[in-house]
Antibody, heavy 120, light 105 residues
């Protein structure tokens, strides 16, 4: 069955960087767009970024442009999120989510999330 | 940027029908998707493209979308339906989520 597993979360100091990974299995990874979505403590869902099925197109939430970079490796069925210049406002659970099709722009499967805590 | 407005909370009696709205400018021209998030869990898709249910989602869940309002309807509400619900659209190269509605049964 479809599985998405995020890892690489943890506690990081403000101003530092962190890279999250998402390992996918149970479906043809290269046929689907992939997303990152985050949720701050006690808050709603916030979309972070999307990468197209072939990695050619990437879009980001306006508030995060320039600090976060999404990428993927279809041979390894992996997706990544490089996060730079982190602030306390980036503290959240980060979910990896699978697009229904190549680019349907909604999510039919989610991982369990990786906790990122930015604190000094 | 496009905005989606949801009520903060909705209450429904056991076995009755719950209605959760999602307001947006001409939202009827967009595809609306709905997610259920139970406490401490990842979200789950319950309705996609306005009124389609993924396999495994009970028929009690239905959706509609017209004008400036999309609606998620949960009939015969059960205790297990208690959760946060989010609507979502795609607009101008961005995914947009509503603020979420807490459903209390």
């Amino acid at each position: 069955q479809v599985q998405l597993v995020e890892f690489g979360g943890g506690v990081v100091q403000p101003g530092k960087s962190l890279r999250l990974s998402c390992e996918a299995s149970g479906f043809t990874f290269g046929n689907h767009g992939m997303h990152w979505v985050r949720q701050a403590p006690g808050k709603g869902l916030q979309w972070v970024a999307i990468i197209s099925y072939d990695g050619r197109n990437k879009y980001y939430a306006d508030s995060l442009k320039g600090r976060f970079t999404i990428s993927r490796d279809n041979l390894k069925s992996m997706m990544y999120l490089q996060m730079n210049s982190l602030t306390t406002e980036d503290t959240a659970i980060y979910y990896c989510a699978k697009d229904w099709m190549e680019t349907s722009y909604f999510f039919d499967r989610w991982g369990q999330g990786a906790q990122v805590t930015v604190s000094s | 940027s496009y905005e989606l407005t949801q009520p903060l909370s909705v209450s429904v009696a056991l076995g009755q029908t719950a209605t959760i709205t999602c307001g947006g400018n001409n939202i009827g021209t967009k595809n609306v998707h709905w997610y259920q998030q139970k406490s401490g869990q990842a979200p789950v898709l319950v309705i996609y493209r306005d009124n389609n249910r993924p396999s495994g989602v009970p028929e009690r869940f239905s959706g509609s979308n017209s004008g400036n309002t999309a609606t998620l309807t949960i009939s015969s509400a059960q205790a297990g339906d208690e959760a946060d619900y989010y609507c979502q659209v795609w607009d101008s190269r961005s995914v947009v989520f509503g603020g979420g509605t807490k459903l209390t049964v």
